[in-house]
């Protein structure tokens, strides 16, 4: 990581769960959810993880939080300090001091805060395990974050059940903030909201990260949302990042058969669009009994021999656009389309 | 009949309220529409507009407490005759001969929709037995056959398969193919697609069309994703808190809303059109709980053209205003504002 400007280096990262049968609770196999997987993330910027369920996605950002032990790889984290440390690699004791510098914000809003404690307790919890013994500081830092994320000051003593999802969604970014993160990874954080409370929630991450200079890693499935908040995206398939660009040149040009796939899939809400939409034919691979060579290639419409027996090696092929593919430099692929 | 100009089924000023101890909610509170053959009808809004609770009271299978109080859903039957559906027993024959035979439905979630201690052929075959007399053999060899017109590959096969055995693409193909076994002229398919990835998203939006083209259904397509409505909707229902707040072919909604209500919700959607990472316009506030409904227009505290002692104090009504648009809205109302006081009457 010799680039001072990468918060985040996730390089080969690998995570297995074992299938165990038997008496003897054999390993029989197993599920590769994260299979190689390498990609930065600059201070300041916003990384979106996309892709289908099962792709892995939700997996990576855990073992980056450490909320799971990687099978392999490294995950660098260029801490406060300016220490560049292996998170992957270290050992359990020595993770809490980093923790409060990744924090992470949750899908859902209703089972993400516990319902008897109040907002005081909920978000002024960090602050408590990362040492602040004093509860009137304690106090006011927890209005002062509430006011940051839009909330007032004087809803602390309430508890959870008296807010609407918007709200909650807000109460759980707060908590996340309460210790200065560098990285804040969230997941999901608004596709259990209302389309009208959804965009509301967008605008204040936006207006969080410009003022506070967080760099965050999104993991979402809705295209249309993370368009609306990344500046780079990486698309995963199968547990494998197959391409990563910058936002605009993805959608508008993207170089992997999949990724193609996936922007034509979307509708469109505009009526007049209504396009030919590429259908993918079959169901995304098993993870525990990946195909051969390119994940991809069983449904992909300009699979060729080589797609089947080797593995695509991810090429930077133009600056910061990354692809897995073994024609990416000879397809010409459909994007959307500018309006 | 089928002359297009005669709709399949008219819901007119349908209310369909909840009576709980802490309150009524209002689940549907006049809602007026019409679903033409052949046609699709989107009805789009946001949680509790009483989108779904619609699709139950057309099949008769709101849950107690919740009661139709007022309206009339009119079913223009196979044989040409009409039927007030409101007026039927739910468990009356031929409410029953109705449900499943004349009007299909596809739920949501396809996992928690079909029993899992029972295969799908089971499932299946006991739908087409129940309304038409054929005999087992037959009907295994109709399940397959629904089977197979809805993708599912060696449908000889997965028919004797569970549920938890499919994946969720199959799944929600398996559900339509159980709503489609009877051969229904109407499809109501309350949030299809939801659970379900873009991809396989795209694979079922595309074979409703195709199989309503081949059978010339009408469907109800009831989400709140404005993509799949604009993708397969021919004319569409916005709902609000429990109303019908526009109504209009679906290129006047998308192109020329009328309501605010759906201005804003068209203009805060992030939409894999716009401009990366700018300030999306957005809704204030959010949508009220049910036992605190605003008076007067249900929109009124979130609308940024509120019309102050008017959208509040009179319920707007749904009135044309054009040829094929609808809208309830006091910004529609002729002589608005020289005659304030006479809005109700």
């Known amino acids: 990581m010799i680039d001072q400007s990468v918060l985040l280096e996730v390089k080969n990262l690998r995570k297995f769960f074992p299938i165990r049968r038997g008496v003897l609770q054999k390993v029989v196999a197993n599920v590769r959810a994260v299979d190689d997987v390498t990609f930065y993330i600059h201070r300041g910027e916003t990384l979106s993880l996309v892709g289908e369920s099962g792709c892995g996605k939700t ?12 099978t392999g790889g490294q995950v660098f984290f260029r801490t406060e300090e300016g220490a560049v440390l292996d998170v992957a690699a270290l050992p359990k004791e020595q993770l809490q001091p980093l923790r409060r510098q990744m924090q992470m914000i ?142 605009e040149e993805l959608f508008y040009s993207p170089r992997h058969p999949y990724t193609e796939a996936l922007m034509s ?40 021999d080589v797609c089947k027996e080797q593995t695509p090696r991810q090429e930077e092929i133009a600056p910061q656009h990354f692809v897995s593919c073994h024609r990416a430099r000879e397809l010409t692929l459909r994007g959307i389309v500018r309006k | 009949m089928n002359n297009g100009n005669n709709p399949l089924l008219s819901v007119r000023n349908l209310k369909t309220y909840f009576f709980q101890d802490e309150g009524t909610v209002k689940a549907v509170d006049g809602a007026t529409f019409d679903v033409y053959p052949g046609k699709t009808l989107g009805i789009v809004g946001e949680s509790g507009c009483g989108k779904s609770v619609t699709a139950q009271s057309i099949l008769r299978i709101v849950d107690a407490p919740g009661k139709i109080v007022e309206g009339a859903i009119l079913l223009t039957r196979a044989d040409g005759s009409t039927v007030d559906v409101t007026q039927l027993h739910p468990d009356s024959k031929t409410m029953r001969d109705i449900r499943g035979a004349e009007i299909g439905l596809v739920f949501q979630e396809p996992m928690t929709s079909f029993s899992p201690v029972h295969t799908i052929g089971n499932q299946i075959i006991e739908a087409i037995r129940l309304h038409c007399a054929v005999s087992e053999k037959e009907a295994r060899r109709r399940g397959i056959e629904a089977l197979r017109s809805v993708g599912i590959p060696k449908p000889e096969r997965r028919i004797d398969e569970y549920a938890f055995e499919l994946s969720g693409g199959l799944r929600q193909r398996a559900m339509i193919a159980v709503a489609l076994s009877c051969n229904p002229r109407l499809l109501i398919a309350d949030e299809p697609t939801t659970a379900l990835d873009v991809t396989t998203q795209a694979q ?13 259904m009408a469907i109800m397509l009831i989400t709140h994703n404005l993509g799949v409505i604009a993708e397969m909707a021919d ?17 006047d909604i ?28 957005t809704i204030t506030g959010s949508i009220p709980h049910p036992y605190n409904r605003p008076s007067g227009c249900p929109f009124y505290p979130r609308c940024p053209q509120f019309i102050k002692d008017v959208c509040d104090k009179n319920e707007p009504t749904l009135r044309a205003v054009s040829n094929t648009q609808k809208v309830s809205c006091f910004l529609y109302d002729e002589g608005r504002r020289t005659k304030d006081e006479g809005l109700v009457s």
């Open chain 1, 106 to 247: 949750f899908q859902d809003p209703f089972s993400s805060l516990n319902p008897r404690m109040t907002l005081l307790d909920i978000v002024g919890e960090p602050l408590l395990v990362h040492g602040e013994k004093d509860a009137d500081k304690r106090a006011e830092r927890v209005a002062e974050l509430l006011r940051l994320v839009g909330l007032r000051p004087e809803y602390m003593r309430r508890y959870p059940h008296a807010f609407s999802g918007g709200q909650r969604q807000r109460i759980g970014i707060a908590r996340a903030l309460a210790l200065n993160p560098r990285l804040v990874v969230a997941d999901e954080p608004v596709s259990a909201l209302d389309v009208s409370v959804q965009a509301q929630i967008l605008n204040l991450m936006l207006e969080l990260q410009e003022k506070l200079g967080l760099t965050y890693l999104f993991v979402a499935h809705d295209l249309s949302v993370v368009k609306h908040i990344s500046t780079r995206v990486a698309v995963m398939y199968v547990g494998r990042i197959v391409e990563t660009a910058p936002t």
């Open chain 2, 204 to 216: 079922i939006l595309d074979l409703l069309r195709d199989l309503q083209r081949q059978r010339g």
């Open chain 1, 265 to 304: 899939a979307v509708p469109k809400p505009d009526p007049r669009l209504r396009s030919e939409r590429i259908i993918l034919q079959g169901e995304v691979a098993d993870p525990a009994n990946p195909p051969s060579g390119c994940y991809f290639h069983p449904r992909c419409r300009y699979a060729i």
């Open chain 2, 254 to 281: 998308f192109h020329q809303p009328k309501h605010p209500y759906t201005q804003a919700l068209l203009s805060s959607i992030p939409s894999i059109e716009s401009t990366p990472r700018i300030k999306l316009p």
């Open chain 1, 59 to 70: 997996t990576t950002a855990r073992c980056i939080l450490r909320a799971y032990d990687p």
């Open chain 2, 235 to 251: 004319d569409v229902v916005v709902m609000y808190l429990g109303r019908v707040v526009e109504e209009g072919p679906v290129d």
